[in-house]
C-alpha cells in the first residue's frame, strides 16, 4: 500500500492550561512539566461525526479522489454518542460513499492497525482505494475534577486514503491484556434482572505503568522494524510517534538515539487525541511541504489494552 492523501480537523475550542487553573488544582507550570502540554482542543458545539467528515473529504481531495472511488471506510473510534450504528456508517453516507464499513477500537494503536487492515484488503484485491478516519473525543472519558487524566486529552480526526503500492516496508501489531492499567467504563441501560456487581467510572490511568510501557514497547517495536528492513536509526526521515506525552516522545528520542528535529510533534498545541494523533501529524508534515517523495517514515503508537503497533513507510506523493 501507499498513502496517497491526508486530512484532518481540529474542535475550535482551545482550552490552556491557563484555564484549566480557574477550576482545578493545577498550574501551567505542573501540566508542562509533567506533559509538555500547553493547550488542547476540546470539542463544544461540534459533533465527531462533522470531524470525520471534515478529515475525510479533505484527505480525498488531496488525494485527487472523489467519494465514489472509495472501496473500502475503516473507522479507528474508541467512543462517541452512537453505540449503533458505527462511525463508519455514519461517515460513509455524509460523504456520499457506497462502499462497505467497519469500525475498529485498538485504542490509541487504531490508525496503524486500520492500515494493516488496509494492506491486507489491498493484497486480497477486494479493493484498491481505502479510506482510514480516525475519530476521537477522549474529553468525554474523563473527569474533569480529576487533574491526573483531563489535562492530557483533546479531540479531533484525522484521515488517510491509501492504495495499492509497494510503500509500506514493514509492520507490527502487539496486544498484552493490562486492562487494569488504562480502562474506561460506562453504564449500560438497566434490566429487571441484573444482579451482578457493576462498576462505571472515568478513565482510570495508572500514569508510571503506561509511561513505562509506552516506552519500552515503542522502542522495541522500532527497533524490530529497523532490524527487519535493514535501516539504521538515521535513514528515516521522521519518527511519527503517538503524541501523548512529550516526556514519553522524549524518552522514546533518546532510547533510540535520534536527533530531536527526526521527531516532529504537535501534544503542546493539541493533547492526546488518541487514534486520531498519528494521521493529524502526518496531515501537518503533509500540508507544511516537509514530506519529499522516497522519505521513509516510521509511525509507533501505544494504547489501552495494551495494545502497539508500528511500521515502516516510504512517503510515495510528490
Not at 6 to 11: E, F, I, K, L, N
Request: overall charge negative.
Amino acid at each position: 500500500m501507499k498513502i496517497i492523501g491526508t486530512g484532518s480537523a481540529h474542535p475550535t475550542c482551545a482550552v490552556t492550561n491557563q484555564m484549566l487553573e480557574q477550576f482545578l488544582d493545577t498550574s501551567d507550570e505542573w501540566i508542562t512539566e509533567r506533559t509538555g502540554i500547553k493547550e488542547r482542543c476540546v470539542i463544544s458545539s461540534e459533533k465527531l461525526e462533522d470531524m470525520a467528515v471534515i478529515a475525510a473529504n479533505q484527505a480525498l481531495e488531496n488525494a485527487g479522489l472523489t467519494a465514489a472511488d472509495i472501496d473500502f471506510i475503516i473507522c479507528s473510534n474508541v467512543v462517541n454518542e452512537y453505540v449503533t450504528p458505527a462511525l463508519s456508517c455514519i461517515i460513509q453516507g455524509k460523504i456520499g460513499a457506497t462502499c462497505p464499513t467497519v469500525d475498529i477500537n485498538a485504542a490509541c494503536a487504531g490508525f496503524i492497525f486500520a492500515m494493516d487492515m488496509a494492506e491486507d484488503k489491498l493484497k486480497c484485491k477486494k479493493a484498491k482505494n481505502i479510506l482510514i478516519v480516525c475519530a476521537e473525543e477522549p474529553s468525554r472519558m474523563v473527569s474533569w475534577q480529576n487533574r491526573s487524566t483531563c489535562v492530557l486529552f483533546g479531540d479531533g480526526a484525522g484521515a488517510a486514503v491509501v492504495t495499492e503500492g509497494d510503500e509500506l516496508k514493514a509492520i507490527r501489531l502487539t496486544t498484552s491484556s493490562l486492562t487494569e492499567v488504562l480502562y474506561y467504563q460506562r453504564s449500560l441501560e438497566p434490566t429487571p434482572y441484573i444482579s451482578k456487581e457493576e462498576n462505571f467510572e472515568p478513565l482510570v490511568m495508572k500514569g508510571r505503568e503506561v509511561f513505562k510501557h509506552a516506552v519500552t514497547n515503542s522502542c522495541r517495536d522500532i527497533r524490530k522494524l529497523l532490524n527487519e528492513t535493514g535501516l539504521d536509526a538515521n535513514d528515516i526521515k521522521y519518527y511519527v510517534l503517538h503524541q501523548a506525552n512529550r516526556r514519553i516522545i522524549d524518552s522514546i528520542r533518546n532510547f533510540l538515539g535520534v536527533d530531536e528535529e527526526k521527531v516532529p510533534h504537535n501534544v503542546e498545541r493539541y493533547g492526546n487525541i488518541s487514534s486520531a494523533a498519528l494521521p493529524a501529524l502526518l496531515d501537518e508534515l503533509n500540508r507544511g511541504g516537509k514530506l519529499k517523495k522516497g522519505d521513509k517514515l516510521v509511525f509507533s503508537a501505544f494504547g489501552a489494552g495494551f495494545t502497539t503497533g508500528a511500521c515502516v513507510i516510504e512517503w510515495a506523493k510528490e
